[in-house]
């Protein structure tokens, strides 16, 4: 009997458990179960309701436990992927040290392995979407927040203590949008909060010039403002909302440049907000990016939307399940 993998993608609102099969090289969800993560603080609440998932879908799908080969968890970090701890992650308030691998495990009797969600993303972008059969490959987030994977000579690689691929920190300008605690950082240009910051700002400036913004009529929605509304506005022909992406995409430029350079990959993925506004940020970007790179780093990388779509977490989570299996490249 060919044995099913299971993923878990613990996230600040809600979490996910799915059933997932191996059909060759590529990967199917069979069933999904998503629960609202509510009050985070509940630590125990939501990780007898993550086994009682793990139970339910393998009870609905006529399976029991010996017909799972792994369980693979993907959640946001920091944490201790060899020792299989969610150490206190700032979107899940409470989960402080916490053996999350050893509990499933000892549910379960089977092996069980951790990942931080940027990294799980990477995995299943390089084993199923985008990145697949590449041998050196970057992943960035670009969603609330911006991190990075990195896969390197054909592995994943996660840096001493698990924070490599933190470029959100890398500050790439004095002043800015803040994110990941600095202003003018990575993450503060190229996330949905560093667009609603940048956002913020200009429409402030054009407010106090007294002129009109169509698509923020006054100072009760500019603390609404978010980067959905001004990609929308963009999209529509917004020559404001268009300059607001223009410098994000601008600033996400220079971070490629930085690790093209750095890194020579053959590919970056980029999901979240690039993948549904490419056309927005990356007219701005590419030009930046042949100023600022090495001509034959920049030949040999292509940069491109991730793939996965909305099913990044799901296929994430199943990812790490079967990471230490070989993959052809």
């Known amino acids: 009997m060919n044995k099913k993998i299971i993923g878990v993608d613990i996230g600040g609102t809600k979490c996910s458990v799915s059933l997932g099969d191996r059909v060759g090289e590529s990967l199917k969800i069979i069933d999904k179960i998503v629960f609202s993560t509510g009050d985070s ?7 007898s309701e993550i086994v009682s998932s793990i139970s339910a879908i393998l009870q609905q799908n006529k399976l029991t436990k010996d017909s799972i ?3 693979g968890i ?4 920091p944490l201790d992927s060899d020792s299989g701890i969610i150490l206190s992650p700032p979107n899940l308030i409470g989960w402080d040290n916490v053996a999350i691998v050893d509990i499933l495990q000892s549910h379960f009797s089977v092996p069980v392995k951790l990942q931080n969600d940027a990294n799980a993303c990477t995995l299943a972008e390089w084993r199923f979407g985008a990145a697949r059969g590449y041998k050196n490959a ?7 927040g911006l991190g990075a994977g990195l896969i390197l000579n054909g592995q994943l690689y996660s840096g001493s203590n698990d924070m490599a691929g933190e470029v959100g920190h890398i500050r790439l300008m004095k002043y800015g949008p803040v994110g990941y605690g600095k202003m003018g950082s990575f993450e503060g240009f190229c996330s949905g909060g560093g667009i609603a910051q940048l956002a913020k700002s200009k429409v402030y400036e054009k407010f106090q010039r007294g002129q009109p913004v169509d698509f923020c009529p006054d100072t009760r929605a500019l603390e609404q403002l978010d980067a959905r509304q001004v990609a929308n506005a963009a999209s529509e022909g917004d020559a404001l909302a268009q300059e607001i992406y223009r410098l994000s995409g601008e600033a996400l430029g220079k971070g490629l440049a930085l690790l093209i350079d750095i890194l020579n990959p053959q590919i970056i993925v980029i999901g979240g907000i690039f993948s549904r506004c490419q056309e927005l940020l990356w007219p701005a970007a590419r030009e930046v990016l042949t100023k600022e790179c090495l001509p034959a780093s920049l030949a040999s990388c292509q940069v491109v939307p991730a793939a996965l779509g909305d099913n990044v977490g799901d296929y994430a989570a199943l990812a790490v399940a079967i990471n230490d299996e070989a993959v052809p490249v």
């Open 138 to 144: 970057v992943f960035l987030t670009f969603g609330t």
């Open 69 to 71: 080969s792994a369980i």
């Open 41 to 47: 603080s509940r630590v125990n609440i939501i990780i």
């Open 74 to 77: 993907s959640c946001g970090g």
